[in-house]
């Protein structure tokens, strides 16, 4: 059974029949219609940079059971990538989408004859072919050309299923790799342990981006197997499948099932479960999730679970390209986080140690990409699932001394820069998400602000990063300024005046670093003055006083507070000015260049985070109608439904978050202030549930790709000039009609009390 009812997670989508009847006679039934996953495609994203994973799970499980590719590299991060026609077996757990490869454990590869030594991957991979290759939202099947097997996979939250069907052979196999990892991941400690002719068991301790993985496993197979024989490179070290309970292994430990003859078309199941706390953990998962449970079951529920979080959102459009861009959305934004705890709640904490939790415990949280769009998607369709992932952040602030900066396995990688999980954390106590205790919470996010690390004892001693003291110090110190923003909320509600003042005046440090003279942001010295020499074109992937962005994408990072950036510039016809040539002077981001600056349109670079809010700036400056058409292009530019529909790393569902809020037609450039900016929707209409059984609607009337402007709004029936909604008009449920033209209506939104803003009332 699965551990909780898969309606939850993020914003999802239904098509309607009628619509479909009428838009599609490819699909013009209401069972048709029902499956919502044949408009999801795992593969958009794989080429170019965006480094998905592809293969089959269920939202937010722990496995990610796919293949892998022999082909290491940036664009291998996840195993796979659409250029590559190799496989070196199919491993239960991948990255998606991130810029550093990990994970890859326990991996699986189906074979014919006899194995060759040394056992190496490159001496037993097989090629494939795309064209013999499916790839739905819970289930993946290929081709192995080498030994002309047919591998299907499916999964569970914690239990990946195994079908393979070999041709007539006299020695049909399975090797088991548990030294191969992806990317930085690196073994360190392995166990494979035949426990009967029909299981096996054991772990995978792994060292890289995560100092201290642990992957524990139990597989069960339908057919009994003859003989485990495990290698160590060239050596066989054990004949009957037995190892000491402690054994280190040297590189290239493998272990090889031999099952005998099969005759054409016969096949061979698995079932293999993992865990993070021990190999009782992961039976009892396997005994939770798949006992009794056949290959097709387990196939049909995990499109099942897919359908109810598509479902959870009704979505009418002709467009069929577009839909399948935003299903995919959906699909990549609900891969992470991943579930963390064993059925029995047991799980290993940041600490090492094992504890127990009655809820949901969560890892892989990319927050420094996913605070901006993916954490305020969840609180709108997910409350249940916020609360859990809030209440994990609060467990590892307990244990490791701190919330998380980018939580992998359990451990803190502290990769990329900020503590952005104070405003997930704040966002979540300020919207009234139930199930947190705020004073914990508050605690948490509080005593992040008293580290030293990273810059944070320079903010409280001098009121700023000196670029010459600390790397990345503008990059550093304006997401700070961000989470003290963000306290100061949670502070001033919960009526902590003295936090409230304090915090917000720290919010305020991003003005250290404005020069007025150009109006850029750049590095400070600890002497007073400017770094020199300054080139607001330059980025380097790290080391400068930005972090994968330069000088024109970080002058708009202060999402928090635009109105207080604006009134750095002369007028804000001068901010509007500096504003237009981001998106005008081309980009040139000198010999050291990052190569997460992409998906550019002049200096704005949508392939990566930090511009993710800066095209909705225009709404606070009463220019609602050039979001509008940014949104547009964007969109229509830089995602589509092909492999190479992303234009930059996917970031463990970010990306695809940005993409499913524009498509609905508003984002929330303020991640915690509770304000949804209004672009320019793509579908005609959108309904979802808003909390106890209300319904929220927003219905777009002339829509079509020239009419790309807001002309008039209403809300319930009521004309509506503001430039935003709340949460609290999408949790009080309604409707809002948005009317379409082909030329900006400049007064929509103009005004000044209809403008978007820092503080919403």
Same mark, same amino acid.
């Given at each position: 059974?699965?551990?909780?009812?898969?309606?939850?997670?993020?914003?999802?989508?239904?098509?309607?029949?009628? +619509?479909?009847?009428?838009?599609?006679?490819? #699909?013009?039934?209401?069972? +048709?219609?029902?499956?919502?996953?044949?408009?999801?495609?795992?593969?958009?994203?794989?080429?170019?940079?965006?480094?998905?994973?592809?293969?089959?799970?269920?939202?937010?499980?722990?496995?990610?059971? =796919?293949?892998?590719?022999?082909?290491?590299?940036?664009?291998?991060?996840?195993?796979?990538?659409?250029?590559?026609?190799?496989?070196?077996?199919?491993?239960?757990?991948?990255?998606?989408?991130?810029?550093?490869?990990?994970?890859?454990?326990?991996?699986?590869?189906?074979?014919?004859?006899?194995?060759?030594?040394?056992?190496?991957?490159?001496?037993?991979?097989?090629?494939?072919?795309?064209?013999?290759?499916?790839?739905?939202?819970?289930?993946?099947?290929?081709?192995?050309?080498? !030994?002309?097997?047919?591998?299907?996979?499916?999964?569970?939250?914690?239990?990946?299923?195994?079908?393979?069907?070999?041709?007539? $052979?006299?020695?049909?196999?399975?090797?088991?790799?548990?030294?191969?990892?992806?990317?930085?991941?690196?073994?360190?400690?392995?166990?494979?342990?035949?426990?009967?002719?029909?299981?096996?068991?054991?772990?995978?301790?792994?060292?890289?981006?995560?100092?201290?993985?642990?992957?524990?496993?139990?597989?069960?197979?339908?057919r009994p197997f003859k003989a485990l024989t495990?290698?160590?490179?060239? +050596?066989? *070290?054990?004949?009957?499948?037995?190892?000491? #309970?402690k054994t280190v292994i040297i590189p290239n430990?493998?272990? *090889?099932?031999?099952?005998?003859?099969?005759?054409?078309?016969?096949?061979?199941?698995?079932? *293999?479960?993992?865990?993070?706390?021990?190999?009782?953990?992961?039976?009892?998962?396997?005994?939770?999730?798949?006992?009794?449970?056949?290959?097709? #079951?387990?196939?049909?529920?995990?499109?099942?679970?897919?359908?109810?979080?598509?479902?959870?959102?009704?979505?009418?459009?002709?467009?069929?390209?577009?839909?399948?861009?935003?299903?995919?959305?959906?699909?990549?934004?609900?891969? !992470?986080?991943?579930?963390?705890?064993?059925? $029995? @709640?047991?799980?290993?904490? #940041?600490?090492?140690?094992?504890?127990?939790?009655?809820?949901?415990? /969560?890892?892989?949280?990319?927050?420094?990409?996913? !605070?901006?769009?993916?954490?305020?998607?969840?609180?709108?369709?997910?409350?249940?699932?916020?609360?859990?992932?809030?209440?994990?952040?609060?467990?590892? /602030?307990?244990?490791?001394?701190?919330?998380?900066?980018?939580?992998?396995?359990?451990?803190?990688?502290?990769?990329?820069? @900020?503590?952005?999980?104070?405003?997930?954390?704040?966002?979540?106590?300020?919207?009234?998400?139930?199930?947190?205790?705020?004073?914990?919470?508050?605690?948490?996010?509080?005593?992040?602000?008293?580290?030293?690390?990273?810059?944070?004892?320079?903010?409280?001693?001098?009121?700023?990063?000196?670029?010459?003291?600390?790397?990345?110090?503008?990059?550093?110190?304006?997401? /700070?300024?961000?989470?003290?923003?963000?306290?100061?909320?949670?502070?001033?509600?919960?009526?902590?005046?003295?936090?409230?003042?304090?915090?917000?005046?720290?919010?305020?440090?991003?003005?250290?670093?404005?020069?007025?003279?150009?109006?850029?942001?750049?590095?400070?010295?600890?002497?007073?003055?400017?770094?020199?020499?300054?080139?607001?074109?330059?980025?380097?992937?790290?080391?400068?006083?930005?972090?994968?962005?330069?000088?024109?994408?970080?002058?708009?990072?202060?999402?928090?507070?635009?109105?207080?950036?604006?009134?750095?510039?002369?007028?804000?016809?001068?901010?509007?000015?500096?504003?237009?040539?981001?998106?005008?002077?081309?980009?040139?981001?000198?010999?050291?260049?990052?190569?997460?600056?992409?998906?550019?349109?002049?200096?704005?670079?949508?392939?990566?985070?930090?511009?993710?809010?800066?095209?909705?700036?225009?709404?606070?400056?009463?220019?609602?109608?050039?979001?509008?058409?940014?949104?547009?292009?964007?969109?229509?530019?830089?995602?589509?439904?092909?492999?190479?529909?992303?234009?930059?790393?996917?970031?463990?569902?970010?990306?695809?978050?940005? /993409? *499913?809020?524009?498509?609905?037609?508003?984002?929330?450039?303020?991640?915690?202030?509770?304000?949804?900016?209004?672009?320019?929707?793509?579908?005609?209409?959108?309904?979802?549930?808003?909390?106890? =059984?209300?319904?929220?609607?927003?219905?777009?009337?002339?829509?079509?790709?020239?009419?790309?402007?807001?002309?008039?709004?209403?809300?319930?029936?009521?004309? !509506?000039?503001?430039?935003?909604?709340?949460?609290?008009?999408?949790?009080?449920?309604?409707?809002?009609?948005?009317?379409?033209?082909? +030329?900006?209506?400049?007064?929509?939104?103009?005004?000044?009390?209809?403008?978007?803003?820092?503080?919403?009332?």
């Amino acid at each position: 059974m699965y551990h909780k009812p898969f309606l939850l997670g993020t914003l999802s989508a239904v098509l309607m029949a009628g +619509t479909l009847t009428a838009c599609s006679s490819s #699909a013009s039934t209401a069972e +048709t219609a029902a499956d919502l996953t044949q408009f999801v495609d795992p593969t958009i994203g794989s080429g170019g940079h965006g480094h998905v994973f592809v293969g089959a799970n269920v939202p937010f499980g722990a496995v990610q059971l =796919g293949p892998t590719n022999i082909s290491e590299g940036w664009d291998w991060c996840s195993g796979y990538h659409a250029s590559d026609t190799t496989v070196i077996g199919f491993a239960h757990t991948h990255l998606s989408g991130t810029g550093i490869g990990d994970k890859g454990d326990v991996l699986f590869m189906p074979i014919t004859g006899s194995v060759s030594t040394p056992v190496k991957a490159a001496n037993y991979l097989s090629t494939y072919s795309h064209a013999n290759e499916t790839a739905q939202a819970g289930y993946y099947k290929t081709h192995l050309d080498r !030994y002309g097997i047919d591998a299907e996979m499916t999964a569970t939250t914690r239990t990946g299923f195994h079908r393979y069907t070999y041709p007539a $052979t006299d020695s049909a196999g399975i090797l088991i790799n548990l030294y191969k990892g992806i990317g930085w991941d690196a073994a360190s400690e392995l166990q494979l342990v035949a426990v009967n002719d029909s299981t096996v068991e054991g772990y995978r301790f792994s060292k890289g981006w995560a100092p201290d993985d642990r992957v524990y496993f139990v597989a069960e197979f339908s057919r009994p197997f003859k003989a485990l024989t495990l290698y160590a490179d060239t +050596t066989q *070290v054990a004949a009957n499948g037995k190892m000491p #309970a402690k054994t280190v292994i040297i590189p290239n430990a493998y272990g *090889v099932l031999d099952f005998g003859p099969l005759a054409d078309g016969e096949r061979i199941e698995a079932r *293999v479960a993992i865990s993070g706390v021990s190999v009782a953990g992961a039976r009892a998962n396997l005994a939770a999730e798949a006992a009794g449970k056949s290959f097709d #079951a387990v196939h049909e529920a995990a499109r099942g679970a897919w359908n109810r979080l598509l479902g959870h959102m009704r979505v009418e459009s002709c467009d069929t390209a577009r839909l399948r861009t935003f299903y995919t959305a959906v699909y990549h934004a609900s891969i !992470y986080p991943a579930v963390f705890n064993d059925v $029995t @709640g047991e799980y290993r904490g #940041a600490d090492g140690k094992i504890h127990q939790d009655t809820t949901d415990i /969560y890892t892989i949280f990319s927050l420094w990409d996913t !605070y901006r769009a993916a954490h305020p998607l969840f609180t709108i369709t997910a409350p249940e699932r916020v609360s859990g992932m809030v209440n994990s952040f609060v467990r590892i /602030y307990e244990q490791q001394g701190k919330v998380p900066v980018w939580h992998l396995a359990g451990n803190e990688t502290d990769c990329m820069v @900020g503590v952005p999980s104070v405003q997930v954390i704040a966002d979540a106590i300020l919207k009234g998400i139930p199930g947190i205790d705020t004073a914990k919470a508050y605690e948490a996010i509080k005593a992040y602000a008293q580290l030293d690390d990273r810059g944070l004892k320079q903010v409280r001693e001098q009121g700023y990063i000196a670029a010459d003291q600390e790397g990345e110090s503008v990059a550093k110190a304006l997401e /700070y300024c961000i989470s003290d923003w963000s306290i100061a909320q949670v502070a001033k509600q919960l009526g902590r005046t003295d936090d409230y003042e304090y915090f917000l005046e720290r919010s305020k440090n991003y003005r250290h670093y404005f020069d007025t003279t150009d109006c850029f942001m750049k590095g400070r010295l600890a002497d007073g003055s400017w770094r020199t020499p300054f080139n607001p074109d330059y980025s380097t992937h790290r080391g400068d006083d930005f972090c994968e962005g330069n000088a024109w994408q970080y002058t708009w990072m202060v999402p928090h507070d635009f109105e207080g950036l604006f009134a750095l510039f002369p007028s804000e016809a001068a901010a509007e000015a500096k504003l237009d040539s981001t998106f005008t002077v081309p980009y040139n981001g000198g010999p050291n260049a990052s190569p997460d600056i992409s998906g550019l349109i002049g200096q704005y670079a949508q392939g990566n985070e930090p511009n993710h809010s800066t095209i909705y700036a225009y709404a606070y400056l009463g220019k609602q109608w050039k979001t509008a058409r940014l949104a547009r292009q964007v969109m229509d530019e830089y995602f589509s439904d092909t492999v190479d529909g992303l234009c930059g790393n996917e970031d463990c569902g970010q990306m695809s978050a940005w /993409y *499913v809020f524009n498509a609905l037609g508003f984002y929330p450039a303020n991640p915690a202030n509770g304000a949804f900016v209004l672009g320019s929707p793509v579908f005609d209409r959108v309904t979802f549930p808003a909390g106890d =059984g209300k319904a929220f609607t927003v219905v777009t009337e002339n829509n079509g790709p020239q009419n790309i402007y807001i002309q008039s709004a209403t809300l319930n029936g009521q004309p !509506y000039e503001k430039a935003y909604i709340t949460y609290r008009d999408i949790m009080d449920g309604g409707e809002l009609t948005l009317v379409m033209g082909p +030329t900006p209506n400049e007064a929509f939104g103009s005004a000044a009390d209809a403008r978007p803003r820092s503080v919403m009332q």
